[in-house]
């Protein structure tokens, strides 16, 4: 009885909250719908609502365990600045944004989860040019610099991150909705260079693929992807918390 008793106790204070912080941001928003698709000849369907949507269900999930922040919890417009100057003010330990992928390949199909390093991956350059339009425009030249200088510090904290989460992810989804684990990637997302910390992007599934984007609408399917992001988490954060980056 007494080992019970402190087995779970050790559970509880694994699950406690440990002060680190989340931020949570979901894909595009307002006049910016991201991907889009229609279903069925007549519902469009928009990558901001159901990013929204998966993002809610992993702050409910990660509330237990850490303090947890969205960057929009309604439907509006955010530039990728604003965002990043969020993970500033409630000085998030990591950033997690949510997005949903697009091709005109409409057979692709599949998850995949970016962190922020230079590569040569043609196919992950079309993917950037899509999640880095922002109504701000260009890139600056700062920003580029700032870009190289947040990879340098990093990059190894955001892989490890990126491939914590995306394996828990892939356990819970690949067999069970028989989705496609595209893997783990470098890429150069802008929003994830001007957060300057540890940051991941994740792609959950295809909406322009007419078989995934059901899956991807499905609650079933997001509950067990919001419930791999939160596995993730908390198995990153079980090593001592490392010396601040900047
Ligand atoms: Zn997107």
Do not use: W
């Not at 590569?119 to 920003?143: C, F, L, P, Y």
């Amino acid at each position: 009885m007494a080992k019970k008793l402190l087995l779970l106790l050790i559970t509880l204070t694994s699950l406690t909250v440990h002060g680190q912080v989340i931020l949570i941001d979901p894909g595009h928003g307002g006049e910016d719908c991201g991907a889009s698709t229609v279903l069925d000849k007549k519902q469009k369907i928009c990558e901001k609502d159901i990013a929204l949507t998966i993002s809610q269900r992993i702050q409910k999930k990660l509330s237990p365990h850490f303090k947890v922040y969205l960057t929009r919890s309604i439907d509006r417009d955010l530039s990728l600045h604003d965002r990043a100057r969020q993970a500033d003010l409630v000085k998030a330990d990591v950033f997690i944004s949510v997005h949903i992928n697009s091709s005109a390949h409409v057979r692709s199909h599949g998850f995949e989860t970016f962190y922020l390093n230079n590569h040569q991956n043609a196919a992950v350059k079309r993917i950037e040019e899509i999640e880095n339009r922002d109504s701000t425009g260009e890139m600056t030249i700062v920003d580029k610099i700032l870009t190289d200088l947040v990879i340098e510090r990093t990059a190894p904290r955001s892989k490890r991150l990126a491939e914590l989460i995306h394996s828990e992810i892939s356990t819970r989804v690949q067999k069970p909705f028989k989705i496609n684990d595209r893997g783990v990637k470098p890429a150069l997302f802008f929003v994830l260079a001007l957060t300057k910390r540890p940051a991941i992007l994740l792609e959950a599934g295809f909406i322009s693929n007419d078989k995934e984007v059901h899956k991807v609408l499905a609650e079933d399917f997001q509950e067990a992807y919001a419930d791999g992001v939160v596995k993730g988490l908390i198995e990153y954060f079980k090593q001592a918390p490392p010396p601040p980056l900047f």
